[in-house]
């Protein structure tokens, strides 16, 4: 059992699947399929709420005819459960959104790092057809914790556009980019095979040209059997910088505008492919970039049979195309036939001659050049990292940081603003990790070592991990929060006062206090000579150990704990 490549089956109709059927040969999320009649008839149209198992599958051969019969079970459900993933596989919503329903839907942080936004976009329009929307976690709007997203400019929706960028490659003389030609040009009867012809062995004479008003490629063979003259390969280089990298690419497509075509006696080769290519220079085509061409499809190619000598030629990228577009320098592409791509040697006849040309950017005007047009989203490029080392501070207000830290003597603080998305806020030695008067989100880690202290004051936090070692203290103060652990070692205390909180462990070791105010916790601990007290709490276990003390006011719970080694238990009447 596989899943497709780069996909991912969703879990629970494969369990449903397995449990009654048995384990699939294959499982295909949002199975293609194509219209079966009505205007789109024929098209490609997208199953992101189908998946398809296939379970076994039966080969005939009759007459000379094999038949593979595939037994499949699809399910359906009534809203899509797959998303379409920048890689271009389709994965379980799941993985980018935290609710989804047939109507409504929420996004998880980071769902930018992807979302395929032209699925995106489809996916926005179908839920406003339904009266649905689509939120994004808002961090820049204290009273909402998302705002739905829209095509258009709505009152009270964040508006996402997708904008376009056309490039053409530079005239000559070249500043930046360079589109020409290089090729194997050869005098009758010199007859080079089609493997020196192809990997450019030495033996023939190779042509360049980057300043001519013309570009092509082309195969010719020669009068001897199995002899070649020509094959012609030709480059186009695009300076797409101006995206920055904070643009996500949805669609890519280059296009070249027909001059002229010829075929001397049938089919030679069949298709114009794009490929990338690695000239040694930017601005210049010489005759030693031959060979310097890729041989992987990067977009969908043109036939010789529909290339149109009077309009642009459309080629639409791939995902492969698509990741090799340079988002912050030059995007170099090339052409080559199908044959001289693949490495397969045409049918020979002799003396035949089949090309196709196009005009380059020397041509006058623009209107004519060749282009690449790229469809993209941009997003807020906040700082990803904020340091400071020895007495310094790193200091980073309203940005959305992934590494925030301090060392030495140094701090690490976040006030006054909106924070996002920490994975570690930290601060070493004497340093101090606080949050203070913000509202953050999603903190993984919030650390400090030594004589520091984590504290989290005013703030509404979600915290996995709030911890603080030796003489130092973690705290929580004024605060709603929701962590898994709050803990405090040596001298420490670990403290949660005025708090509306849900806490799976805070803890206190050494001569440390592990305390709770107004809060609602799971596990309230403290070891040696710390004191363990809830205050207006709702707890399922309160433990002190040793010489400490353990206490429960206005509980309302019924706590069994240990406190100078003997077993307590405490029921208070509820409202008490």
Known sequence: MKDTAKGRIDYNDLTYVMERFGAPLECIPA??????????KGQEKINPHVSR???????????????????????????????????GGWRPISEVASHYGNRRVTLRVGWEENLDMAFLAWWIRRSESIQGSISIPSPFMPNKTSVPLSLYQRPGHAQISFSTATVYPDANPETTTV??????????????????????????????????????????????????????????????????????????????????????????????????????????????DYTNVGFVRQATGVSYSSFSTSAYNDFPFNATGIGNISKTGVSKFGQLND???????????????????????DQSGTSNDPKLVITYTTSTTYDQSAAAVGVGAAALLKQIPRTYAATGAGSATVKKGITMSISTLSAIGTGIAKVAKGITMSITTLAATGAGSAT?????????????????????????VWGKVLAATGAGSAALSRTLSLFRTIAATGAGVADMETVRGIILTAVAQGVATITTTIGKTLGAVASVTARIRRDFWRTKYTAQGDDYEIKYPHGD
Do not use: C
Request: charged share 20%.
């Open 339 to 361: 044959k001289d791509l693949d490495n397969t040697e045409p049918s020979w006849e002799n003396n035949h001659n089949e090309y196709t040309f196009w005009y380059t950017a």
């Open 53 to 87: 198992f296939v379970m076994r599958r039966e080969v005939k051969r009759r007459w000379g005819k094999v038949t593979v019969t595939e037994h499949n079970i699809d399910v359906f459900h009534v809203k899509p459960i797959y998303y379409k993933h920048q890689n």
């Open 179 to 288: 589109d020409g030609e290089t090729g194997y040009e050869n005098n009758t009867g010199t007859n080079i095979s089609w493997s020196d012809i192809h990997s450019g062995a030495s033996g023939a004479t190779k042509q360049a040209n980057d300043s001519g008003t013309i570009a092509h490629v082309q195969v010719e063979s020669d009068t001897g059997s199995n002899g070649y003259r020509k094959n012609y390969r030709a480059f186009t280089l695009f300076d797409t910088s101006s995206l920055t990298s904070s643009a996500t690419i949805s669609a890519a497509t280059l296009s070249l505008y027909g001059q002229d075509k010829g075929n001397s006696s049938g089919g030679f080769w069949t298709t114009i492919e794009i490929v990338t290519t690695t000239p040694a220079s930017n601005t210049a085509i010489t005759t030693s």
């Open 31 to 40: 199975p293609k399929t194509r219209y079966e009649e009505g205007p789109l």
């Open 456 to 480: 989290i004051a005013a703030s509404r936090a979600y915290l996995k991990v709030l911890a603080a070692t030796a003489a130092v203290t973690a705290t929580t103060a004024t605060a709603m």
